[in-house]
């Protein structure tokens, strides 16, 4: 190459210029590869992060599971390894033991059996006073509040501690934390919220709502704060000012919704019917307000919605078990 540049007759400056560039331009093309978020349990790279990156501007944030491939191929290359091979070969892990590894809040680093670095859910327990069980906002108890942090870490992000003790279906004996107070839902399941006192005013007639207790309520916040006061469920019949209707045929619901007439109290009740109900456990049985036991509260609301007429949940178990 040094004679060919000579034969150009080019000053001995630009000849070592031009020879730098060269050398500049093949280092560039040696760094230059692809960043990916994990390496699969094939041991290929997988979800392309950046293409044309070097391995140490794709390591730099220490992200356990970002990977790097030195193969600086086209983007069709990159295509058919993702779609059809299950990855990128020759796949170089960013971290390969837990050294300086930030797996964040409530996670450490362990070596698994292959010998690799991954983050596990090893929430702090340490400050946790109360040893029983909880129940969570999930509506579910857990065995104390370490189980429930692991779920949270693992499930549900957005999952808190409710009241300690067991979940109930009843606010009795159930101490909120705060200024929460307890609620009892529709499917009679004890809620700790925090109750709204301030509502804005109304700007709208649309923003009117029929309650299930036959109220009108000026809108959906005027109805959340009587529902926290009151401590029980109260919910939306239909949409608008509340209509003395002498059947379903008055009362006009919206999309996807069908009217249940509740003869009781005389009153039409809007409720979307086209659930799909999964198979029912032998746990999940209700008593339903006819006095029939259904298998599970969803086909209490299928049997409801084919009828057309409301059905409510009276108790868990078997109507014969009270």
């Not at 060919?4 to 001995?12: E, V």
């Not at 808190?160 to 009679?188: A, E, F, I, M």
């Not at 249940?260 to 086209?274: E, Q």
Request: proline fraction near 4%; aromatic fraction near 6%; include cysteine.
């Amino acid at each position: 190459m040094l004679r060919m540049l000579q034969k150009l007759r080019l000053q001995p400056g630009m000849i070592l210029l031009l020879i730098w560039l060269c050398h500049f331009m093949e280092d560039q093309k040696v760094q230059a590869g692809n960043c990916w978020l994990q390496q699969g349990k094939n041991g290929r790279c997988q979800v392309l992060y950046v293409p044309g990156m070097s391995r140490e501007e794709c390591c730099r944030s220490g992200r356990l599971g970002t990977s790097w491939t030195e193969e600086d191929v086209p983007n069709s290359t990159l295509f058919r390894w993702m779609i059809f091979n299950g990855g990128a070969p020759n796949c170089i892990p960013c971290k390969e033991t837990c050294d300086d590894v930030d797996c964040g809040p409530g996670k450490r680093c362990k070596m698994n059996r292959r010998s690799k670095p991954r983050c596990v859910c090893a929430p702090d327990c340490s400050n946790v006073t109360w040893k029983g069980p909880v129940c969570g906002s999930d509506g579910k108890t857990y065995r104390d509040e370490c189980a429930l942090l692991k779920s949270k870490c693992k499930v549900h992000l957005d999952l808190d501690v409710q009241y300690q003790g067991k979940c109930k279906k009843t606010c009795r004996d159930v101490l909120c934390p705060g200024s929460s107070t307890c609620v009892v839902d529709q499917t009679n399941n004890a809620y700790c919220v925090t109750c709204n006192r301030i509502c804005p005013e109304q700007t709208s007639p649309e923003q009117f709502l029929c309650g299930n207790d036959g109220i009108i309520y000026t809108s959906a916040c005027h109805l959340r704060r009587a529902t926290c006061l009151l401590g029980t469920s109260i919910g939306v019949a239909y949409q608008g000012k509340c209509i003395k209707a002498k059947s379903c045929e008055d009362i006009q619901c919206s999309a996807g919704k069908k009217c249940l007439w509740d003869a009781r109290m005389s009153r039409g009740r809007c409720s979307l019917c086209d659930e799909a109900c999964p198979e029912s456990r032998m746990d999940e049985a209700v008593c339903a307000s006819d006095n029939t036991t259904y298998p599970s509260e969803c086909a209490m609301k299928q049997t409801a919605c084919s009828l057309g007429t409301l059905l409510e949940v009276k108790h868990s178990g078997s109507c014969n078990c009270k």
